[in-house]
């Protein structure tokens, strides 16, 4: 297989993994429903099974055994429907966050060599280890219920959130995350874009005391009210910001958020804004979907002028 394929084929499978990933992050931000039903449940685990057969046909293994330890652990779930947790969903989104970290490096400039997947792989490894074991305690009604977390225990843990038990500041993002997913995968319209700012300020009113939380919600507001930027372009990166921004609400880090570069542009650029994937090729298809022959060719000088 010559080098210009190959690259082809690698875009390909990456642009997909994409959308599975998606498919995964969404199952386990709504993991309670999910297992409840059996559609839901099979979709996260051919989801996980599809990253799985890609990644062993292009010999990625690390990708291919992360996406593995995925799929057996939904497996289980799929079989043997239980009452999940917060722990369990926060030990699901980390092992996504792992499978994200893969593919992300592979995209990148210099790809995914085998010796930094096995890095990561090694490192991973007790995590997922714990993933399959508080399963199976689940499974076996053998995990005890958490202690009930009270307003001022919670003051004394995190002095930036006293006025909202982490417990509930998890909840309440999910809840708003999930709304939001939602309407993300309808047609785009200034009514639902005005929904998508209200969730916004919902959100804020979770933390008004957090800067950073602030900031990050002030760009998502900014960017969602832009309608040249397309939800393909908003949902990815406003979801996992503020997913991550909630993260660090709940063990009491806010001082840690703060908005990408990314989606700041996405809130002060006049310009449209598009995806571009890294596959000359893939790209150029991207290109002549968006730009006009006039644009196209402007591009072509303008590439040519830079070198």
Request: hydrophobic content about 40%; overall charge negative; aromatic content about 4%.
């Amino acid at each position: 297989m010559d080098s210009a394929n190959n690259e082809r084929i690698v875009g390909y499978f990456i642009e997909e993994a994409k959308e599975h990933l998606e498919t995964i992050e969404k199952g386990i931000l709504d993991l309670s429903s999910a297992v409840n039903d059996e559609e839901s449940i099979n979709e996260l685990f051919r989801a996980a099974h599809s990253i799985k057969g890609g990644a062993a046909m292009l010999n990625f293994t690390s990708i291919q055994k992360t996406a593995h330890r995925l799929e057996d652990a939904f497996k289980i779930l799929r079989d043997d429907p239980l009452e999940t947790d917060q722990t369990l969903e926060s030990l699901f989104l980390k092992a996504y966050d792992i499978l994200q970290d893969l593919l992300e490096r592979l995209q990148g400039p210099f790809g995914l060599s085998e010796e930094e997947g096995e890095q990561i792989m090694e490192a991973a490894e007790p995590h997922f280890v714990e993933l399959q074991n508080y399963i199976q305690q689940l499974a076996d009604g053998e995990v005890p219920k958490p202690p009930q977390v009270t307003s001022a225990s919670v003051r004394a843990m995190s002095p930036s959130l006293t006025a909202i038990p982490s417990d509930e500041v998890v909840m309440q993002v999910r809840q708003i995350l999930q709304q939001m997913l939602v309407i993300f995968k309808q047609e785009s319209t200034p009514n639902n874009r005005q929904q998508l700012q209200t969730m916004c300020d919902k959100l804020v009113n979770i933390a008004p005391e957090e800067n950073g939380w602030q900031n990050i919600l002030k760009c998502a507001k900014q960017a969602i009210s832009n309608p040249k930027h397309s939800y393909r372009l908003l949902a990815p990166v406003i979801i996992k910001e503020v997913k991550l921004a909630g993260d660090c609400l709940e063990v009491g880090k806010g001082s840690e958020i703060a908005p990408s570069q990314g989606l700041e542009q996405l809130a002060y650029s006049k310009l449209p804004q598009i995806l571009v994937s890294v596959d000359p090729n893939i790209a150029a298809e991207t290109l002549a979907k968006v730009f006009n022959k006039e644009q196209i060719s402007k591009l072509v000088n303008l590439l040519q002028a830079v070198h």
